[in-house]
């Protein structure tokens, strides 16, 4: 199958190029083509994207494993999906495969993401598309374990309905000892509570902290805390017509 593989922490990242080798390993045509630079928290945008703007693509090489074609873009991972969409790589692909994030992404945090941004474009093109994450420990990253991962659900995505997209999260654990796979729900919250510090005017401060919340057992934060791959099936951007139909009419009434 013909993969496209991006990522929001960087072409240079060691999740991608994990998930690269062991793609092409499992006999898949793999394209990487990651940010030039880390655009995480970019969620599916694309930039300002019009007449006359440049974007800069430069060959890539990924370290052990220069015989996988690979090149680098001055934007984030949603811009690199769409760029190869549109044929400059070659032939349209059939999969989109975003990660490995250095990092969950669960809950309502999703829509930030860029990582499940990436993922979702393809989406809109009538293909298939995987957001692949992986925890965060104070052990060494266990890339294997994603890979693993990645492979499993390529395989799967491969005979699924076009358009299916999956966000998968994966314990920072050796493949023998995951808890086991589960379908879960989005938490209401992420792994961490963000916040800002400081004053205004002035200059606001980051503050991410843990979360000190009971989570429901079936939702993905909670699920690869306790050590299992989670799996969430997406949806992107559609019409809900039933709420339009109420709000439409209600709009021209006012005006008149």
């Not at 499992?26 to 970019?42: I, L, Q, R, Y």
């Not at 796979?181 to 800002?196: D, E, I, K, N």
């Not at 690869?224 to 969430?232: A, L, P, Q, R, S």
Request: hydrophobic letters at 45%.
């Amino acid at each position: 199958m013909r993969l496209l593989l991006t990522n929001d922490d960087g072409v240079h990242s060691p999740g991608i190029h994990a998930i690269a080798i062991a793609l092409h390993d499992a006999g898949h045509d793999v394209t990487v083509v990651g940010p030039a630079s880390e655009h995480s928290g970019w969620g599916a945008g694309v930039g300002t994207l019009v007449d006359g703007v440049e974007v800069h693509v430069d060959t890539y090489e990924i370290p052990g494993a220069s015989h996988i074609a690979a090149w680098s873009v001055s934007g984030p991972p949603a811009l690199c999906v769409l760029v190869g969409m549109l044929g400059t790589f070659g032939e349209r692909p059939e999969l989109v495969v975003s990660g490995i994030n250095d990092g969950t992404n669960a809950g309502r945090g999703v829509l930030q993401s860029g990582t499940v941004g990436g993922a979702m474009i393809g989406q809109t093109f009538g293909v298939s598309g995987l957001a692949m994450s992986q925890h965060v420990t104070e052990e060494p990253m266990r890339w294997e374990t994603g890979a693993a991962v990645t492979v499993a659900a390529v395989d799967w995505l491969g005979s699924a309905p076009p358009k299916t997209v999956l966000n998968v999260n994966v314990p920072n654990v050796a493949v023998e000892d995951l808890a086991g796979v589960r379908w879960a729900r989005l938490a209401a919250f992420g792994t961490s509570s963000t916040g800002f510090v400081g004053e205004i005017p002035g200059t606001l401060t980051v503050k991410t902290t843990p979360r000190d919340v009971q989570l429901k057992p079936d939702t993905d934060t909670h699920l690869v805390d306790e050590g299992y791959v989670t799996v969430t099936g997406l949806i992107g951007f559609r019409a809900e017509s039933d709420v339009a139909g109420e709000a439409a009419p209600a709009i021209e009434a006012a005006l008149k």
